[in-house]
């Protein structure tokens, strides 16, 4: 507030009219985000939308990613699905409100088995249009690539026009590994924002 009251002081009479009205927006603002903490934790508040959470993994490091996704999805109320690779369809893809897909990372990049299905849902372009989307992997080392990993499990989704999210200062959840209990947490942490965006 300090810095608005010095600002209104020395600016023209124009910006001081907006200016003034800076305190409200700052309420406002506040109260949202209040607002929208409260729901996440409030699983009284149930939900009618499903969200896939689609995962590749072949020695249980992503799908044990996956598995605490889930759990902190359904914790915020959230219809969940959780599907490993090979069974899922593109009638899943289009059946979701939100869908969280992980891989482990290789050379860097997904799984070929994931770059593959991606590839495919080629066919059904249009139909995931602004769902919400959010990625994860699992990974060997740290800079061993699950950044970029991560950004190509992403960057699918914004071809497909879905509307991305992920936990504040990160572009997803990695992990080194087995996910040990703070990854975990995170996981379950990006289940449940997905899950609160979906409230309406
Ligand atoms: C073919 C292959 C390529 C890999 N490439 C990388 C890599 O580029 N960077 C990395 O950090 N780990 C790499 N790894 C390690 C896996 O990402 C890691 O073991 C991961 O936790 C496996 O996940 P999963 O248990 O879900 O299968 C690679 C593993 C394999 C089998």
Not at 73 to 102: H, M, N, P, Q, S
Not at 160 to 172: F, I
Request: aromatic share 8%.
């Amino acid at each position: 507030m300090e810095v608005i009251k010095s600002f209104v002081t020395i600016a023209p009479p124009e910006i001081v009219t907006i200016k003034k009205a800076a305190p409200e927006y700052i309420r406002l603002i506040i109260f949202s985000s209040r607002r929208r903490k409260k729901q996440l934790y409030n699983p009284d508040l149930m939900l009618s939308v499903m969200i896939l959470i689609l995962y590749d993994s072949c020695t249980g490091n992503t799908q044990a990613m996956a598995e605490a996704i889930a759990q902190g999805a359904r914790e915020a109320g959230a219809k969940v699905f959780l599907k490993v690779l090979d069974d899922a369809t593109f009638d899943d893809l289009i059946k979701a409100d939100a869908i969280i897909w992980g891989c482990p990372t290789y050379f860097g990049m997904m799984t070929a088995k994931m770059k593959k299905f991606v590839d495919h849902s080629n066919d059904i372009w249009g139909e995931l249009d602004t769902k919400i989307g959010a990625a994860f992997t699992s990974s060997g080392g740290i800079s061993g690539g699950n950044e970029t990993a991560l950004f190509s499990l992403i960057q699918a989704m914004l071809i497909h026009g879905m509307l991305v999210t992920s936990l504040p200062g990160r572009y997803g959840v990695v992990a080194i590994g087995k996910p040990d209990t703070k990854t975990l947490e995170n996981c379950a942490k990006l289940g449940r924002r997905v899950a609160s965006l979906l409230r309406t």
